[in-house]
């Protein structure tokens, strides 16, 4: 069913995004829906769980997200305060707007927090990035998308195993829709903007030539790696094992910084080979990545960039929830295990790390199949039901 406007009594799709692995999932979306022929009317919501100008404003910029219409100033907390505030704060706004459908990304407290407030109001939710399952239930991330998508009307998925793990879990097929994935849509419409690695390293104050014949970029932020001297410390000595072969930089999540500071680690990272960074722009990060000979994270989104970019990654955690970055792309799991990591970049360096393909509609469009569907749907539900 098709209509040349937006119907005046069907609200908007409010657009929810609350950390700093949303925002490049939500800017396509956002730009997908403004050219959906009708254009989809939108709200964007803030939770404010991440408010650092590093790891909130700067993206905003970087990516082109119009400015957030509500911003609910969250911040940081226990899981149970966070995710309480975020819905103690998000359930006016779907009254005071009569939402058309809430439209949740990603694995963040803010998903799960606005989905469960949406559902309980009868608001349709629409889930991007469903299905990915790491079966670690320990990751809070696990929790949120297990969550998320037994109570989500739409569930919109990058890779096919997202599928069969629905359908494992006893969701219907016909709520799942495999969409391709948000972010690579971003990552290509912004590869031609990326920031230089030697004009992102000055901009730091650090001389960008020991850099230029080969680097590894690294981040790590996960709590399973930094929240414990005894996992941290181990990491950080293979780290400046393998800067002495390969200059790294390091991009230090607040989490991360803060707790080398506060175990006094500090001096196995200060070396003239590691770079330290605070958390990078959208844009510097795609330099930085782009070209490195490897990328070392515990971050879901860099293992598909980098899969994407087609550099090897190797992936600091036990398991992953976007297995297709493995058997197709350049990812290889390595975990804590540090002849495991030594052996990775040894081979990497050697020449024989996984070169890779990019996964099937991995191809800039994910975004559009999203708008179009949801359109859609909501249309089509709409005149069954009226608003
Ligand atoms: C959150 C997400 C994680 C995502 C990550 C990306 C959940 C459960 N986790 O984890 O999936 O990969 O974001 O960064 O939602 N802090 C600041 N400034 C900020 C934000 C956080 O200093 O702008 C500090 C605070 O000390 C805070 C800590 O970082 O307590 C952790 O932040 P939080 O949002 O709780 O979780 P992340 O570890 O960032």
């Not at 609910?72 to 505030?85: D, F, I, K, Y």
């Not at 969701?171 to 419409?189: E, K, W």
């Not at 070392?296 to 297995?323: F, I, K, M, W």
Request: proline share 6%.
């Amino acid at each position: 069913m098709t209509a040349s406007v937006w119907p005046a009594d069907l609200g908007p799709v409010v657009c929810v995004v609350g950390a700093r692995p949303n925002f490049m999932k939500m800017a396509p979306i956002l730009r997908a829906f403004a050219a959906n022929a009708p254009a989809i009317p939108t709200l964007l919501v803030h939770t404010g769980q991440h408010y650092d100008r590093d790891m909130s404003d700067k993206l905003f910029d970087d990516l082109r997200l119009p400015r957030p219409d509500i911003n609910l100033e969250v911040g940081s907390g226990s899981h149970a305060v966070q995710t309480a505030e975020v819905m103690r704060r998000f359930e006016p706004v779907i009254d005071e707007h009569r939402a058309a459908c809430v439209l949740v990304v990603g694995d963040v407290n803010s998903t799960l927090a606005c989905t469960l407030v949406a559902v309980k109001k009868g608001v349709p939710v629409a889930h991007v990035e469903a299905g990915l399952r790491s079966f670690d239930r320990a990751m809070p991330e696990e929790i949120n998308r297990v969550l998320t998508d037994q109570v989500a009307d739409l569930l919109y998925t990058t890779e096919a195993a997202a599928a069969d793990n629905l359908a494992r879990e006893g969701v219907a097929g016909d709520r799942v829709h495999f969409a391709g994935n948000v972010m690579i849509d971003s990552l290509l419409f912004n590869r031609e903007l990326a920031c230089s690695p030697a004009q992102t390293l000055a901009a730091a104050g650090i001389d960008s030539h020991r850099f230029e014949a080969g680097r590894g970029v690294v981040t790590l932020h996960r709590p399973s790696n930094v929240d414990q001297p005894e996992t941290l410390q181990p990491l950080l000595e293979v780290l400046r094992e393998v800067s002495e072969r390969l200059p790294l930089v390091f991009a230090l999540h607040p989490r991360t910084r803060g707790n080398i500071e506060r175990f006094g680690l500090g001096g196995l990272v200060a070396s003239e080979r590691i770079a330290l960074l605070p958390p990078q722009g959208y844009l510097e990060m795609l330099g930085l990545m782009a070209g490195a000979a490897v990328v070392l994270t515990d971050s879901g989104g860099l293992q598909e960039e980098a899969t994407a970019l087609g550099v090897p990654c190797l992936t600091l955690r036990e398991n992953t929830e976007r297995p297709i970055t493995v058997t197709h792309g350049t990812n290889t799991l390595v975990g804590r295990d540090v002849a495991a990591i030594r052996t990775g970049v040894a081979d990497i360096l050697a020449g024989r790390g996984k070169r890779g393909r990019v996964p099937e509609r991995w191809d800039g469009k994910a975004a559009e199949r999203i708008a179009a569907h949801l359109a859609g749907w909501l249309l089509a539900r709409h005149g069954r039901h009226g608003t």
